[in-house]
T-cell receptor, first 115, second 111 residues
Framework: AAGVIQSPRHLIKEKRETATLKCYPIPRHDTVYWYQQGPGQDPQFLISFYEKMQSDKGSIPDRFSAQQFSDYHSELNMSSLELGDSALYFC??????????????FGPGTRLLVL | GQSLEQPSEVTAVEGAIVQINCTYQTSGFYGLSWYQQHDGGAPTFLSYNGLDGLEETGRFSSFLSRSDSYGYLLLQELQMKDSASYFCAVSGHNYGQNFVFGPGTRLSVLP
């Protein structure tokens, strides 16, 4: 079965640079979520989209922005990178239309290292 | 806002049964989910409770009491591969909104 795809899997950037993370949800899933997870921490919800519209916003810094495109893939844009942005970034998708149960399927994550 | 509490660590032996509790305080509630995460891996969905009661999925069961703002994950016939972090997560007012993970419980299964 198709899973959530994230690219790149690893990314090394320097301070003040920009980064773009991509997420391709499971086909026919209409909701995408972005999370940030630091070492030994729980995943922190950043932002979600439903049918290409922002659904909810969590602890996403103003330096970050995201959008969901017409083909349902999503991109997380991160600017003015800081050392503290080094983390695992997960994308998850779910299908609101199929069931009330909110089951999120996570991608493998993008490991971002800011030097 | 939302806050969740879980024990930070639990240790058990192979074949045993372990229960991981989760209490939550939320301004709204839609459902309680449980996820498993191995080191370096992605969270994997285990179970969901939208209504009070017990949900059973193979060796894993999850329970919810909305009146007590409490739930638990029950793992039976523990195996070494169950060693991982387990997170409860709450959805707030509606589907896909105010989704918050708990701090996670690290389960170590000993031979």
């Amino acid at each position: 079965a198709a899973g959530v795809i994230q690219s790149p899997r690893h990314l090394i950037k320097e301070k003040r640079e920009t980064a773009t993370l991509k997420c391709y949800p499971i086909p026919r899933h209409d909701t995408v979520y972005w999370y940030q997870q630091g070492p030994g921490q729980d995943p922190q919800f950043l932002i979600s989209f439903y049918e290409k519209m922002q659904s909810d916003k969590g602890s996403i810094p103003d330096r970050f922005s995201a959008q969901q495109f017409s083909d349902y893939h999503s991109e997380l844009n991160m600017s003015s990178l800081e050392l503290g942005d080094s983390a695992l970034y997960f994308c998850a998708s779910s299908s609101r239309g199929l069931a009330a149960q909110e089951t999120q399927y996570f991608g493998p994550g993008t490991r971002l290292l800011v030097l | 806002g939302q806050s969740l509490e879980q024990p930070s660590e639990v240790t058990a032996v192979e074949g045993a049964i372990v229960q991981i509790n989760c209490t939550y305080q939320t301004s709204g509630f839609y459902g309680l989910s449980w996820y498993q995460q191995h080191d370096g891996g992605a969270p994997t969905f285990l179970s969901y409770n939208g209504l009070d009661g017990l949900e059973e999925t193979g060796r894993f069961s999850s329970f919810l009491s909305r009146s007590d703002s409490y739930g638990y994950l029950l793992l039976q016939e523990l195996q070494m591969k169950d060693s991982a972090s387990y997170f409860c997560a709450v959805s707030g007012h509606n589907y896909g909104q105010n989704f918050v993970f708990g701090p996670g419980t690290r389960l170590s299964v000993l031979p």
